[in-house]
């Protein structure tokens, strides 16, 4: 019967397949009649060995049930060639007496007669040493029961039952040993069941291992491995072998022995001639390689393979020690190719997000053919190469193309995923850093620059500021790298304004302070105040935070409408450890000053009652400390006849409403006229008694505004459901001479403050350079000032004979006491 033709020609160098086809052919050729025959029948069909019979008591000729070893030869599994077979067995059993001794050394099958009571158990013997094998000595394998019987033959053992299924386990290097020839096919015992023991059998190898081998000729190697290699073709293609196989078994034998002798075990030589007969040959070498690689590039493209079969030709690829040279380069070759060619292509046709997961599943799926099949050696090359090829090779593209997309939709999970990718890249992280800075900068500057954003600046400062920081925490694991980037950034672009972003950052804190704001309550407000002091810190104009601090302060503890005495003491606290106790002392003052003008208050009230004096006006005085305060524009006015009223207002409300004892109706110019008020104080005035809550004036027209020629008359339609009823102040909306005037200050400020600095160090110094008197007067400033301001007021100082230039030395400077 012919073997069937094997298509895969990676599976021809797994032996493996081809003895399981043949088996099965055979179980199915067999099982026609009823029955499966015995795995030694099988074989023996496949490599009829010489009978001979053992001797054993009670049996003279050794023919009728015994042990019956097999002879070393192969045949035809063909029935002709079964035939010569038989004849060739005759022959040389009739030729056993002329046999050398050293064939006597045979491998034993002892079987049990099935008429026998007193049989024992089937076992299958093996010599367990050689005289100079490195190969351990195979075990011997007991069967289950006396109807059990075992075989071995080349090296491949397999059990039989007559009432179960054969079980056969071939593996790989089992068919590495049936190329190779194993060494102990070659031996045979001649001893009989009944005469062997564990001393008899080391007496015997002890006399092979003493015993002097014959030198073979200098060509007997050619010419036996010539006659195996027919033997084995001819087997494989079912026909006869024109050998006598006792020569080809005594050739074998003379071979084994000889490789022991030179110290290679029949592992290693088989190893060492499948190396060198077969996949040594380029031609196979190479269709076996380029299989291999054809069959990862279709599991790449998402083809389904046989993956048990690429893991044993790679595995017989590392046990050659070929794998790193035949297959290693040219696989590193082709995955670098494949991912150059995939990620140039990709990143023209997809966006970022949707390359990024292509880029972590293909990492993914070579992790998994590293465990799955490939050899641990290439895990390094391999997820290098493609990093390289995928990430390393399109950093700045990959920036360029979707990182502002990605952090503008604040896409945490493919941000975070980026940040994986660029990390496992050497260079990726400073890459992704230099970008991140570049973002935020120009983020944060269209924010800052831009004059209409000026009233929702600090609110989008805030927002920015915490989805930076969310990013950094959740995206990019907290790198120090990039908070220190950040902080950077936001020095930079929050300055490009200058002075701007501290006076309205002092505006909104007072906002948020002032009464009446219900958007937040207390643990709110204390945590926005704390995101203020984070952007306060990056400003360099904090003098200008203070001038505007301290006039919103100002009015809101004067007026009454401070939110809560907590909250504003609090943020005093909060700029204080910012900037120290210089910073915030003069507000410090202001609050002894209003608590000291409520405790005067009190007891001014004490000795008013006391007195008996008639009338019940309240009146609230405020004593403050000129250092400490905003400077006012001091103002004249008329106080009119005393008029009596149960209302709580100001000093100008007042003046304002005892007019009306002396009159129904007044336009706008004439109480101006009569009570001297500035002008825009006037109109707000009249805005909070004819337009307010409490109207107790009326405005003719009507209207929020105080206009030109409005006219105002005695509300006696107003009622409330209080007696004593407090009329509110509308806060003065500062002007835009209001804010030159402050902005004005603080450039005078700076100056005597400069001044100071100036004078401080030459005292100190007495005689110095001027690059070392610039160096450290920009030591001790808080706020940045040019070289051109700075050389001013050296001028200045030394035109007051503060100082003098050297005239010696014109850029050195002495002190002039």
Not at 84 to 96: F, H, L, P
Not at 209 to 237: F, H, R
Not at 255 to 267: G, H, I, V
Not at 615 to 631: A, D, H, Q, R, S
Request: hydrophobic fraction near 35%; include cysteine; glycine fraction near 4%.
């Amino acid at each position: 019967m012919d073997t069937p033709a094997r298509s895969n020609s990676l599976g021809n160098l797994a032996g493996d397949r081809w003895m399981d086809d043949r088996y099965k052919e055979r179980m199915d050729e067999w099982g026609v009649d009823g029955g499966i025959p015995s795995p030694q029948n099988y074989l023996c069909q496949q490599f009829p060995a010489r009978q001979k019979m053992s001797q054993s008591s009670g049996s003279g000729d050794g023919r009728d049930g015994g042990s019956i070893s097999e002879d070393n030869g192969f045949s035809s599994p063909n029935p002709s060639a079964a035939a010569a077979a038989q004849e060739v067995r005759s022959a040389t059993d009739g030729n056993t007496s002329t046999t050398p001794p050293t064939s006597a050394k045979k491998r034993k099958l002892n079987s049990s007669s099935s008429s026998s009571s007193n049989s024992s158990n089937e076992r299958e013997d093996f010599d367990s040493t050689s005289s100079s094998s490195s190969t351990p000595p195979l075990q011997p394998r007991d069967s289950a029961s006396p109807s059990t019987s075992s075989f071995s033959c080349l090296g491949v053992s397999v059990a039989a039952s007559s009432h179960a299924p054969i079980q056969k386990k071939l593996r790989f290097e089992d068919t590495l040993e049936f190329v190779g020839f194993d060494a102990k096919m070659a031996e045979e015992s001649s001893s009989s069941s009944s005469s062997s023991s564990p001393t008899a059998a080391t007496s015997q190898q002890q006399q092979l291992k003493n015993k002097n081998k014959p030198k073979l000729p200098e060509n007997y190697t050619d010419e036996t491995w010539q006659k195996l290699k027919e033997a084995v073709e001819a087997i494989q293609n079912s026909t006869s072998i024109k050998y006598n196989l006792e020569e080809l078994y005594q050739g074998l034998k003379n071979k084994t022995q000889q490789a022991s002798d030179q110290s290679l075990a029949p592992w290693d030589m088989g190893l060492e001639l499948f190396r060198a007969h077969i996949i040594s040959d380029q031609k196979v070498q190479n269709k076996t390689i380029d299989g291999i690689l054809l069959l990862i590039e279709r599991e790449r493209n998402g083809e389904a393979i046989d993956r048990s079969l690429l893991r044993s030709l790679l595995s017989m690829l590392s046990d050659l020690q070929i794998y790193q040279d035949s297959f290693e380069q040219r696989f590193l070759e082709e995955t670098n190719r494949l991912y150059a060619a995939e990620g140039q292509k990709l990143m023209q046709e997809r966006e970022v997000p949707e390359y990024l997961h292509h880029v972590n599943k293909r990492l993914e799926e070579e992790a998994d053919r590293l465990i799955t099949y490939l050899d641990q050696t290439t895990q390094k090359s391999l997820i290098a190469t493609v990093e390289k090829q995928l990430l390393g090779e399109h950093l700045t593209a990959i920036l360029q193309k979707g990182l502002n997309n990605l952090l503008d939709e604040n896409r945490i999970q493919d941000l975070s995923l980026l940040y994986q990718l660029f990390s496992r890249v050497r260079g990726g992280v400073q890459v992704l850093l230099q970008q991140w800075i570049e973002y935020i900068k120009a983020f944060g500057s269209t924010i800052v620059i831009n004059p209409e954003k000026d009233k929702t600046m600090v609110q989008e400062l805030l927002d920015f500021k915490d989805k930076v920081d969310h990013i950094i925490d959740i995206c990019f694991m907290k790198n120090e790298k990039f908070i220190n980037a950040m902080k950077e950034a936001f020095e930079t672009f929050i300055n490009k304004r200058p002075n701007k972003p501290a006076e309205l950052i002092a505006k909104y804190v007072d906002s948020k302070l002032r009464a009446g704001n219900k958007e937040a309550t207390d643990e709110e407000l204390e945590k926005m105040l704390d995101k203020i002091m984070i952007i306060f810190r990056f400003i360099y104009g904090k003098d200008v935070f203070e001038a505007f601090y301290k006039k919103d302060l100002a009015k809101r503890l004067l007026v009454g409408k401070s939110a809560s005495v907590d909250a504003e003491k609090s943020m005093l606290s909060k700029l204080k450890h910012e900037c120290g106790a210089a910073f915030t002392s003069k507000l410090e003052g202001m609050f002894k000053d209003m608590e000291l003008s409520k405790d005067i208050m009190i007891q001014f009230k004490q000795y008013m009652q006391n007195q008996n004096v008639p009338g019940n006006i309240e009146l609230t005085v405020n004593i403050l400390t000129m250092g400490y305060w905003p400077t006012y524009v001091p103002m004249e006015v008329h106080l009119p006849p005393e008029g009596k009223k149960e209302l709580q207002v100001s000093l100008f409300q007042t003046l304002v409403l005892l007019m009306f004892n002396e009159g129904e109706e007044f336009s706008l110019e004439e109480i101006k006229q009569a009570t001297g008020i500035e002008d825009g104080e006037l109109r707000r005035t009249l805005q909070s008694l004819a337009c307010g809550k409490a109207r107790v004036l009326a405005k003719n027209p009507k209207g929020k505004d105080i206009e030109d020629g409005d006219k105002f008359i005695c509300n006696d339609d107003f009622k409330h459901k209080l007696f004593r009823i407090k009329i509110n102040q509308i806060q003065m909306k500062e002007t835009v001479e209001e804010q030159a005037s402050t902005t004005e200050r603080v450039f005078q400020d700076r100056q005597y403050q400069i001044d100071a600095a100036i004078v401080r160090i030459m005292k100190m110094r007495k005689t110095l350079s001027h690059n070392l008197l610039v160096s450290e007067v920009y030591n001790q400033l808080k706020f940045p000032v040019k070289p051109a301001d700075l050389k001013k007021r050296i001028e200045s100082l030394i035109d007051r004979d503060y100082m003098e230039r050297d005239k010696e030395n014109p850029n050195q400077y002495n002190y002039i006491a």
